[in-house]
């Protein structure tokens, strides 16, 4: 199950590196596609992560929940802030809202780098802990 997690993650990453690549073309109509995509994804990966979570022990549930409460309120941030950009109108307005845009999606790529890292500190930790148990067990 690890090893289907670090490859469904390596796969999003292809993703996201597809839609900066989607971006820097400014082609409208592809981005927004690529938003709905990405919102689709998002949505389901949570499902997924709260399934998994079904087994797991009150504590690890009870961190998922901050997180994805976290997260939830990130999201619903830049959907207002969206909504607000489709309601102004004026070239400095515009400007005004896209550096904001442009803000939020640093801000997220960053929660993302830190997410990575600590995927990766417990993918680490989870190996370590294996190892340790099959010393014990006498397994290899």
Not at 85 to 114: I, K, M, S
Not at 129 to 136: F, V
Request: charge should be negative.
């Amino acid at each position: 199950q690890l090893s289907e997690s670090l490859e469904d993650l390596a796969a999003r990453d292809k993703k996201l590196e597809h839609s900066a690549t989607v971006a820097s073309e400014e082609d409208p109509e592809a981005l927004e596609e690529r938003r709905r995509e990405a919102e689709k994804a998002f949505l389901s990966a949570m499902d997924g992560i709260e399934a998994s979570l079904r087994d797991a022990d009150a504590a690890a549930r009870e961190r998922w929940n901050d997180t994805r409460s976290s997260i939830t309120r990130q999201i619903e941030a830049m959907r207002a802030a969206r909504r607000r950009r489709q309601a102004e109108r004026g070239v400095d307005r515009a400007e005004r809202a896209a550096g904001r845009a442009e803000q939020d999606a640093a801000a997220a790529v960053a929660v993302a780098a830190y997410c990575v890292n600590v995927a990766e500190y417990a993918v680490v930790d989870a190996a370590l802990a294996r190892a340790e148990a099959n010393e014990l067990t006498g397994e290899t």
